[in-house]
């Protein structure tokens, strides 16, 4: 068998693997060769399929600025950018893990996550604003989520792969990596498959960035619980977790939450796999989020969660889950005018919505008992709070009282013809049992002891436990590639 010796491997092809990459080549790698397992035209991973934006500590609109040197100052001025502190970061951190997270690997992503993103903009990485709500002519954002790369997910992955080839990293194209070789002492390299044979690349450093297991059904059977092998992948159908379990036999001890996942509401019609773009690529279009506009409902007709516990960014990671776990794995996100002029246009058209001039002719059109479903939405509306103002820039009070289940905020009448109403169902971004590392990005073996040379970043972690903040994944793909980048010279 043919060897090859190189001075750090990085495997996989997404934004993590880049991070790590173009970290290494950096601070000294005289030859950095990253493997990825997908043909070149679906290079790229999970950033492919998302708007990749970034939570991370920063002091406000002067710093923010910063990234957006080619915004006009008048649109700039209407951005409403609050400081978002460390204290802010790790409380985000703790309350959505339910206080699971590594304490140190927290305080790693927190304290580094400034300057890993001003990094990015640093070796050329463009950035523009990211979603909004405009109140009054004010652009309100998201806590923490100010900006994304330019052009989303591809966007990235393009102008990474641009500065990468800048710098000398070899991209190898359909390299599947079939076996780590040494021991739970020492990486030495790794096997390569690709189109025309086998071959062992030998190397100082192996940083893996390769994703998780979500787009593999066996394990999603055997590791997420009832039907999970029946749920829809909205990422990269390559992230199959070969190397995590190349990585696991090798002694690399696990971390994270092995029953848990980030899993989303997205259009039941979405494919099995990879989730349809939006035109402008900044992420896809089955996306399904603006459930704290309206109310959300199983096939029975009845509500099961409280639509409007936080922000979307803080609850649509767990909310996939909420709806797999209904009849048939399907919901019904309803909305009268007042929701549907809040609703994202790239994310919720006219022509996907069932709409109707009632809510009971709506339930005959979706196949929901009529009777059920005006019970449901008159109940609801009873026990909205008239007294307490509504304002979608901000959790607002505006709630339920004597319901179950409540709605925390955000909470309207349902009562403003024609209704529409769209099917959910539950869509699978990324798992959250992975590999354990330390704050320098090394992977820990079974005996609590770094694996000498083999670092890891991105999907690949066990970092997450039952929820994750969004926009959490992109910083810690930085972070954690910067570090292992770094540390593996």
């Known amino acids: 068998m043919n060897t090859e010796k190189v001075g750090v491997i990085v495997v996989g092809g997404g934004s993590a693997a880049f991070e790590a990459a173009v970290s290494a080549r950096q601070n000294g790698a005289e030859k950095v060769v990253m493997l990825e397992k997908a043909p070149e035209p679906e290079f790229g991973g999970n950033a492919r399929f998302s ?33 978002y502190t460390k204290v802010d970061f790790m409380a985000d951190l703790k309350r959505v893990t339910q206080n699971r997270i590594n304490q140190e690997l927290a305080e790693t992503l927190v304290n580094e996550s400034n300057e890993a993103v001003h990094w990015m903009r640093d070796v050329g990485i463009k950035w523009e604003p990211a979603n909004f709500v405009v109140v009054d002519g004010r652009h309100y954002f998201e806590p923490g989520i100010v900006i994304h790369t330019v052009g989303g997910g591809q966007g990235q992955l393009f102008q990474w792969r641009e500065i990468a080839t800048r710098m000398g990293i070899e991209i190898r194209y359909e390299s599947r990596v079939h076996a780590l070789l040494g021991n739970d002492r020492r990486i030495e390299g790794v096997g390569v498959s690709n189109p025309t044979g086998e071959y062992d690349l030998l190397a100082d450093a192996v940083i893996l960035c390769s994703g998780g297991f979500q787009a593999n059904t066996e394990m999603r059977a055997r590791y997420l619980g009832p039907n999970a092998d029946l749920m829809k992948v909205r990422g990269s159908k390559h992230n199959t977790g070969e190397v995590l379990h190349l990585a696991l036999a090798l002694g690399a001890k696990s971390s994270g939450h092995w029953q848990g996942a980030h899993a989303t509401p997205i259009d039941a019609k979405a494919p099995d796999f990879e989730s349809p773009l939006r035109s402008d690529g900044r992420g896809n279009s089955a996306n399904r989020y603006s459930y704290q506009y309206g109310i959300t409902v199983n096939s029975l007709g009845q509500r099961f969660f409280d639509e409007g516990e936080a922000h979307h960014s803080y609850t649509y990671a767990k909310t996939g889950w909420a709806v797999l776990g209904q009849p048939g794995g399907v919901a019904y996100q309803i909305f009268d005018q007042k929701g549907i002029r809040l609703l994202r246009k790239d994310r919720y058209s006219a022509e996907d919505a069932i709409e109707a001039s ?70 699978i971004t990324f798992t959250f049992g992975g590999l354990e590392v330390n704050r320098s990005a090394q992977v820990i073996n079974t005996s609590g002891h770094p694996i000498r040379g083999l670092y890891a970043s991105g999907d690949i972690l066990g970092l997450f436990y039952h929820n994750y903040p969004s926009c959490t994944g992109q910083t810690r793909n930085v972070v954690f590639g910067r570090l292992a980048g770094k540390n593996c010279l």
């Open 51 to 83: 708007h990749t934006g970034f939570r991370f500590v920063h002091s406000g609109a002067a710093e923010v600025r910063e990234f957006l040197p080619d915004l006009d100052e008048s649109t700039f001025r209407l951005m409403h950018i609050p400081p």
């Open 358 to 427: 009632s809510i009971a002719e709506l339930a005959r059109k979706v196949g929901i008992e009529p009777a059920v479903l005006a019970h449901t939405v008159d109940e609801f509306n009873r026990a909205v709070r008239e007294t307490v103002n509504f304002d979608p820039t901000k959790p607002d009070g505006k709630c339920t009282a004597d319901l179950n289940p409540r709605k925390s905020n955000w909470a309207n009448r349902i009562d403003e013809p024609p209704f529409r109403a769209y099917a959910v169902t539950g869509g």
